[in-house]
Nanobody, 122 residues
């Protein structure tokens, strides 16, 4: 079974940076896009950054200009570079592979990672 494994989370002070990685253990059949989501306990999971192919990417307004999504197909790895972190970025971050690119987001998620925790202190 295909698995997604995130890493790179941790604790950082406000204004700092982190880079999250997500390694796919195999090919996800039917997957056309990937994305990063985040979730705070008690709240809904929200999409943060989405990518289809190597050029099409979209971002939530709250992270636009600070977060950057990319992928290395040779390494089967998805990345999320997070700069100028704020306390409100504190959340569990999940990578996901989806079957539908809506033009704005990666949808119909086929596989989720287990999550990596990001904590930003003020």
């Amino acid at each position: 079974q295909v698995q997604l494994a995130e890493s790179g989370g941790g604790s950082v002070q406000s204004g700092g940076s982190l880079r999250l990685s997500c390694v796919a253990s195999g090919h996800i059949y039917g997957s056309v896009c990937m994305a990063w989501f985040r979730q705070v306990t008690g709240e809904e999971r929200e999409g943060v950054a989405h990518i289809m192919g190597s050029d099409a990417s979209t971002y939530a307004d709250s992270v636009k200009g600070r977060f950057f999504i990319s992928k290395d197909n040779a390494k089967n790895t998805l990345y999320l570079q997070m700069n100028s972190l704020k306390p409100e970025d504190t959340a569990m971050y999940y990578c996901a592979a989806g079957r539908l690119w809506s033009g704005r987001a990666c949808e119909n998620i086929a596989v989720w990672g287990q999550g990596t925790l990001v904590t930003v202190s003020s």
